[in-house]
């Protein structure tokens, strides 16, 4: 009788598997047409911001969509982020595929995302900014002194390099 329940059991398992296995096929994914809407939607549904985010960007189809991202569609974007753990790996992703970032990414970024990351916000996405540092104004006007006092050093690294570029 042994064999049998755990033979039972087995066929649970196996069949639960292939259940999920449906529910995370990419196909699913497939029936929104790629657009930031689509994107927003995914994100709220969902606590893997991460996982939606990497896939997205790494698909032909959704280029244009990250690579014409306006300032405040990147700060709803960090607003989506549910784990505050996630926001910065986000935020470099997005920010990485967007073609013409600016210092205006960064703050909507900054004024959406949590106070937490802000900091390491900055040091993580300047060097994507095409306007640092001619701009880097808009982004320190949304900072604390005590959050500009943290960051200047990376403000100051990231012109560094951007003269030997």
Request: proline residues 5%; hydrophobic residues 40%; glycine residues 4%.
């Amino acid at each position: 009788g042994h064999q049998a329940i755990t033979g039972g059991l087995a066929m649970d398992i196996d069949n639960e598997d292939s259940e999920e296995e449906i529910v995370v096929a990419p196909g699913n994914y497939g029936a929104d047409p790629p657009c930031f809407q689509t994107l927003l939607k995914e994100m709220k549904e969902s606590l893997t911001d991460v996982d939606i985010v990497e896939r997205h960007v790494n698909d032909p189809a959704w280029k244009p969509i990250f690579a014409t991202m306006t300032p405040s569609n990147f700060g709803l974007i960090m607003a989506q982020v549910d784990s505050m753990f996630d926001e910065v790996e986000v935020a470099v992703l997005v920010a990485h595929n967007i073609e013409n970032f600016t210092c205006q990414h960064v703050a909507e970024a900054l004024k959406k995302g949590n106070d937490f990351n802000r900091s390491s916000m900055i040091e993580k996405l300047l060097k994507y900014c095409k306007d640092f540092p001619a701009k880097e104004q808009v982004i320190k006007s949304v900072l604390t002194p005590w959050e500009l006092t943290v960051t200047e050093r990376a403000f100051q690294q990231e012109a560094l390099s951007k003269e030997h570029e």
